[in-house]
């Protein structure tokens, strides 16, 4: 993959064995006014795009999963536009607006008709200090192939539903609702998903004797800049235990390791059901909420084995 990511640094030098070093005046600074082997700032570091894979579908189009790495510390607003496009034109608008810090992986899909199977399309994001960081999705690379398939232990992608929205959605591809929430701001409103996780698995293996539980983790994935979204828990749906020790994704949310769960993240704990969380908005305007339906809590099953979850996207109106 050729992406064209240029990040800020600074080149320090190693002298083995010379006395030299010990020498050196306590006010010699290097480049950005740090100390030589002072870790780098978590402020002011780049957004990075990333080509996960390609898809073939049963129609014959394919479709590019995107996702992106973060460096900085905190959570990184590019709106559409000039600093975070895709091209060609006519794919632009599914990417995120918001980026969490770290690693996420299929955050959203580009699906391109077979016609255009040879022609790149690129994900580009300027980053607040003017550093631009890119990358195509391309269908050449044949390892960057990905699948729904069962894996070892039998998991596969939960699928997400919305009332009033036809079919079903499986994998970083997803599905968008169809139905935009409104909401005034500053009023919590009810967010909802359907989830199922058809993964077959050997029930004879003590490890799957018992239904293996869905989590959905709601973030905030497109809106105004000002705009912040508090998710706090819905009445009706309880404090899940925390993950299996060592367990954990990487996608929208993360993996969370044994860390008590946040207000955001709802353990489905049959596997299928609704999901339901309680958001409140700062301020008006057009946003984006990701419900991402994973089943990390296996072992065959996480976002570095580009399996399996699945992304909903839910619209929503603040006045």
Partial sequence: ????????????????????FAS??????????????????EIGRVVAPFLEGWYTNPDGTFSY??????????????????????????????????FLPGRHRGMFTVTVP??????????TLTNDNGEVTRVPGRTMWAAYMLDHGPRPHGSVPPTVMFEGTPGEGLGPQGIVSQRTV?????????????????????????????????????????????GNVEF????STPVP?????GRGGGGGGGGRGGAAPAANEVMVTSGQGTALVMATFSAPGEYMINAQADNWRVPDSSSGDQCCWTNGYIRVTVR
Avoid: C
């Fill in 241 to 245: 235990p925390p993950p299996a020790e």
């Fill in 232 to 235: 706090t828990r819905h009445p």
């Fill in 182 to 226: 409104t909401a005034t701001a500053g009023q919590p409103v009810e967010l909802a998903v359907n989830v199922h996780d058809r993964s077959v698995r050997d029930t004879s293996d003590a490890r799957f004797r018992e239904a293996i539980a869905t989590r959905v983790i709601f973030t905030k994935y497109q809106g105004p800049a000002e």
């Fill in 1 to 20: 993959m050729k992406a064209r990511m240029t990040i800020g640094g600074v080149a320090l030098g190693l002298l083995l064995g010379s006395a030299s």
């Fill in 24 to 41: 050196a005046p306590l006010t010699a600074q290097g480049p950005e006014g740090r100390w030589p082997l002072q870790p780098t700032s």
């Fill in 114 to 123: 077979a016609e255009m199977r040879d022609d790149d399309v690129w994900w």
């Fill in 65 to 98: 999963s995107f996702g992106y790495l973060n460096m900085n510390g905190d959570t990184v607003q590019i709106p559409v536009g000039e600093g975070n496009k895709i091209e060609p034109a006519q794919f632009d608008g599914m990417q995120p607006t918001v």
